[in-house]
C-alpha cells in the first residue's frame, strides 16, 4: 500500500517539473502543485479512515484536476527582451541600455527609426521599460512604430 502512495506521490512531483517552457499558460504547473496538495490532503483524510492511499489517489487526482483548471487561467510572462529582434533593429534591451548609458530621448527615437525597428508592445513590455526608466516619449514613440 505504501508503495502506491509513494508512486502517486512521485507521479506527481514528476507533473509539476514537466511544465513546457513553450506553453503559454501554466496548466502543468498548476496540475502538478495542485496533484501534490490534494494527494498530500487526501493522505492524511483518508488515513483517519483508514484509507490512506485511496485518500490520496483521490486527493491528487481531485488536486490536479483543480490545479490544471487555475493554471490554465494564468498566463506566463513574456516579454521581448528575450526575444532575437530582426537583424538590425533594437530590442527593448538595447533601448534600456542606451537609455542607461544617459543619451537622450531624441537620440533613442533616432536610432529606432535609423534602423527601422518595430514593436509589439505588450503590457509586460511597457511596465519592464518604465522600470528601466525609459521615458514615457519613448515608449510613445516605440509603440507607434509597427
Known amino acids: 500500500m505504501k508503495k502506491y502512495l509513494s508512486l502517486s506521490i512521485a507521479l506527481i512531483f514528476a507533473l509539476a517539473i514537466l511544465g513546457c517552457e513553450t506553453n503559454k499558460t501554466r496548466v502543468a504547473e ?15 483524510i483518508g488515513h483517519q479512515s483508514g484509507n490512506a492511499v485511496g485518500g490520496a489517489l483521490i486527493g491528487g487526482a481531485v488536486g490536479a484536476g483543480a490545479g490544471a483548471l487555475v493554471g490554465a487561467q494564468i498566463d506566463k510572462p513574456t516579454t521581448q527582451t528575450t526575444q532575437n529582434a530582426p ?3 533594437l530590442t527593448l534591451q538595447q533601448v534600456v541600455d542606451l537609455t542607461k548609458q544617459g ?42 512604430y509597427k
Open 30 to 44: 498548476g496540475a502538478g502543485i495542485g496533484g501534490a496538495v490534494g494527494a498530500l490532503a487526501g493522505g492524511i
Open 87 to 89: 537583424a538590425g533593429q
Open 103 to 144: 543619451s537622450s530621448g531624441d537620440d533613442i527615437i533616432a536610432k529606432i527609426k535609423a534602423t527601422n525597428s518595430k514593436y509589439s508592445l505588450t503590457p509586460d513590455d511597457i511596465a519592464y521599460l518604465k522600470k528601466e526608466g525609459v521615458s514615457q516619449r519613448v515608449i510613445e514613440k516605440m509603440q507607434s
